[in-house]
């Protein structure tokens, strides 16, 4: 191919080569990891232990103030107050309780600021977008320590925010936006 070029040149032009494309998809990465800092995409790493673990070290629980089962309980009065003419809209909505914090992950994604409590999440294809939503996953995820360290030991605020809470997120499965939901009080 080559027929003037000795074989130590050929092995040397061949390094360097390797070496300009293993800088260029250096620089690349260095330049992509930037880019998703700077637009908060990038999730936290694990530390060596977790990575060398394989998995990550469980986070020590809250002392909630209410058991489990309670709050489940107060979540289903929440679920039974919502007008019967919404009850084909959300027949396919997971409502679940979690007696864990929401990741930073979670919060960084939903454009949640440092410092603000997150109380629960929607994921899944509103309804607005037809059948797309209808083959989509739907889950409404309530926070109990959240709720319980945002309404302290009263135990009538917090039924009413778990009430506001499922109905702002199962708000969210029908399509509302924020602004809307502000405007009618959720």
Known sequence: MFPDISDDDKLLFIL???ALFFGLFWLWN???KKWLEENGRVEESPNALEWLLGERQ?????ALKYSEQEFEEMVSEALDEVPQEFDKEWKNVAVIVSIDWPTEADKKRMGIPEGHLLLGTY???DRTQGFRSDSSRHVVVIYQPAIEQFCGDDKER????IRKTVLHELAHHLGMSHQTMKEIGL
């Open 16 to 18: 360097v080569l390797l």
């Open 30 to 32: 260095r330049r992509a």
């Open 58 to 62: 469980p986070k020590p629980r809250t």
């Open 123 to 125: 994921s899944g294809i």
């Open 158 to 161: 917090v039924k009413q925010q």
